[in-house]
């Protein structure tokens, strides 16, 4: 059975009205007290109080203080000057049970039509940006164009100006004969020295410095290592890839990476996302893209594409050794946070241990693990109880 709280307070200003409602050791979290326009209400079982409004209040600028032994509302008038002679309207049960439905339905729909307005606000905040990215885009295709007419024009008339030049003039008429001049002397040229004899042709023995690996010998994993190193070969070679209808920069998945780059730092994450996704159609075997394009999804929330880029990485990042640790870290720490976002909190905590095993030295990967670890003691207590 509810125990009501009575020992309650009230007086008011021209612009305001304070209530203070008596509750000793109150521990309340603020889930448990509740303000609309003309209907306040503190629940924290088995105690609880409530109020039906004489007049109508600015619940957005009014205020509610948790105290140790009190709870404090500042309401603010949405009538200044009107001097309220009651607190709460004084009608029968059954009028007091329908208005306080009425307020409560009337706060839901508020509540969802702003919920509803900010979602508007936040997709065409998406749109403007999108159109913005696509502006920028064609000023900065348009400057290239301009340049490269430019030159092409300037190049034109260097080659007329050249041919100009070269187009021989008119013969002059031939100077008139002279007497031919005396015979020279004969001069008796010397001797021709001897040419040095042909140096011996030989063989150069050339030997290479083998590549040592940063890992000890007694840790070394050398096959692997080397298995790796010949697969970032690869991916490097499938750079070259050609497509006729894309301009020469974009047939470069490094080109599109670091464009998703400077797209992912301005803030624009589905430009970033576009930029990684046509690198990936290019070659799918560079890690990079995809461990890059599981940030941009996890900024826009789109949790389970997160996950699944990370997995994807992962894959890619095989042979497990030394020079591949960080980015592992980076996607089982990833992959964990985007579970448990998704309330997999069992199976993101086992990936954020993974990854700090990995980088034991990362107290903040550390800090994350044992905080979703508490959540889970905290969930399993409940459940019990």
């Known amino acids: 059975m509810p125990v009501i709280l009575k020992n309650v307070s009230w007086s008011q200003e021209p612009d305001q009205v304070t209530i203070r409602v008596q509750f000793p050791e109150n521990y309340l979290?603020?889930?448990?007290?509740?303000?609309?326009?003309?209907?306040?209400?503190?629940?924290?079982?088995?105690?609880?109080?409530?109020?039906?409004?004489?007049?109508?209040?600015?619940?957005?600028?009014?205020?509610?203080?948790?105290?140790?032994?009190?709870?404090?509302?500042?309401?603010?008038?949405k009538e200044p000057g009107l001097?309220?002679?009651?607190?709460?309207?004084?009608?029968?049960?059954?009028?007091?049970?329908?208005?306080?439905?009425?307020l409560l339905a009337a706060h839901q729909k508020r509540l969802e039509e702003e919920a509803r307005q900010?979602?508007?606000?936040?997709?065409?905040k998406k749109r403007d940006e999108i159109s913005r990215q696509i502006e920028r885009d064609g000023n900065d295709r348009t400057a290239i164009e301009n340049l490269l007419q430019t030159a092409k024009q300037r190049e034109l008339e260097r080659m007329t100006e050249a041919k100009r030049k070269d187009t021989p003039r008119p013969k002059a008429p031939p100077p008139k004969k002279e007497a031919p001049p005396p015979p020279?002397?004969?001069?008796?040229?010397?001797?021709?020295?001897?040419?040095?004899?042909?140096?011996?042709?030989?063989?150069?023995?050339?030997?290479f410095t083998e590549r040592n690996f940063v890992t000890p010998k007694r840790e070394s994993r050398e096959p692997e290592e080397r298995d790796?190193?010949?697969?970032?070969?690869?991916?490097?070679?499938?750079?070259?890839f050609v497509d006729g209808d894309l301009r020469p920069e974009e047939r470069n998945p490094e080109w599109l990476k670091t464009k998703g780059d400077a797209f992912f730092q301005q803030g624009n994450h589905l430009a970033a996302i576009s930029a990684y996704t046509a690198a990936i159609r290019l070659t799918d075997k560079y890690y990079p893209l995809f461990l890059n394009r599981s940030a941009a999804h996890f900024a826009l929330e789109n949790y389970q594409r997160c996950a699944e880029d990370c997995s994807a990485a992962l894959e890619l990042l095989d042979p497990p050794i030394e020079a591949n640790r960080k980015a592992r870290v980076s996607c089982?720490?990833?992959?964990?946070?985007?579970?448990?976002?998704?309330?997999?909190?069992?199976?993101?905590?086992?990936?954020?241990?993974a990854a700090?095993?990995?980088?034991?030295?990362?107290?903040?990967?550390?800090?994350?693990?044992?905080?979703?670890?508490?959540?889970l003691e905290?969930?399993?207590s409940s459940d019990e109880d």
């Open 29 to 77: 979290r603020p889930e448990e007290v509740f303000t609309s326009e003309q209907f306040l209400k503190i629940n924290k079982p088995p105690y609880y109080w409530e109020a039906l409004l004489a007049n109508p209040i600015l619940d957005r600028e009014s205020r509610c203080a948790i105290l140790e032994n009190e709870v404090v509302f500042n309401l603010r008038k």
């Open 83 to 102: 001097e309220w002679t009651l607190l709460e309207l004084d009608v029968p049960r059954r009028e007091r049970v329908r208005l306080k439905e009425e």
């Open 118 to 124: 900010r979602l508007v606000e936040k997709d065409q």
């Open 184 to 207: 020279a002397p004969v001069v008796k040229k010397p001797a021709p020295e001897p040419l040095p004899a042909i140096r011996q042709s030989a063989t150069l023995q050339v030997s």
């Open 228 to 240: 790796w190193i010949q697969k970032q070969s690869e991916v490097k070679k499938a750079i070259g």
């Open 332 to 353: 089982l720490a990833r992959r964990g946070a985007a579970l448990a976002q998704m309330g997999f909190l069992r199976q993101g905590y086992e990936e954020l241990v």
């Open 356 to 375: 700090a095993r990995l980088d034991p030295l990362n107290d903040a990967l550390r800090r994350d693990a044992e905080v979703l670890g508490r959540k």
């Open 378 to 380: 905290e969930e399993g």
